[in-house]
């Protein structure tokens, strides 16, 4: 089982982000990765949901962020993606 902590789920956040920067640049996964960040960082994402994204492949939840949409509709199709 994946140990859910700060420093676990900033880990892996940058291993998300890096997979944006590589493919489109440090501007870009700023602007992808907001909506991940706002829903982790206002409390929103439950234990579970964290566990989920931290033992998903961070290429695919950094696809589901980069196809854009208002940060609801982000946050929705990671939720789906990971069957929470």
Excluded: C
């Amino acid at each position: 089982m994946v140990s859910v902590d700060r420093l676990s789920v900033e880990n892996g956040l940058y291993a998300i982000q890096r997979r944006i920067i590589d493919k489109y640049g440090y501007s870009q996964s700023v602007e992808d990765i907001y909506p991940l960040n706002w829903y982790i960082g206002t409390g929103r994402a439950s234990v579970e949901f964290l566990r989920l994204l931290l033992t998903a492949k961070p290429f695919m939840i950094a696809r589901k962020l980069h196809e854009g949409g208002s940060v609801q509709e982000v946050v929705d199709r990671i939720r789906t993606y990971l069957g929470y």
